[in-house]
């Protein structure tokens, strides 16, 4: 039974994401500090805020719409992490590793956006 957004799934391994967002950007370069290192971080952070804004909203279509929200910030996630692998920032096992767990976050999503619309 789901009480809390903190019982969803979704919201838990996104949650892993954000920590192991913030532990892989810690080696950036200090000249992205304001730049990529940033916009990683708030894209990652984005995921489970929307999850939990929406789940705490208590309507179905409120709920629906945050969730799209967490995914696009899935999806400029996806990218800031590959331009950081590209850039050499980010070392390619660091890479896959996250991509993983955001790969599976976003699939996630989409099942539960798909099971809201859907379901009575």
């Known amino acids: ?34 730049g990529l ?13 929307n999850i939990a804004e929406g789940h705490t909203r ?14 696009a910030s899935g999806a400029e996630l996806e990218t800031q992490l590959l331009l950081a692998k590209d850039l050499q920032y980010l070392p390619e096992p660091n890479y896959f590793q996250v991509n993983v767990l955001l790969t599976e976050v976003m699939k996630m999503l989409n099942g539960l956006i798909t099971k809201l619309k859907t379901s009575p």
């Open 37 to 49: 290192t940033s916009q990683i971080r708030r894209a990652a952070v984005a995921i489970p805020s």
């Open 1 to 34: 039974m789901v009480n809390s957004y903190k019982d969803l799934t979704v919201w838990q391994k996104s949650y892993d994401v954000v920590i192991k967002v913030y532990g892989l950007t810690r080696s950036f370069p200090k000249e992205e500090a304001y």
């Open 58 to 71: 208590g309507h179905r279509g409120e709920f629906i719409q945050f969730l799209n929200i967490a995914f």
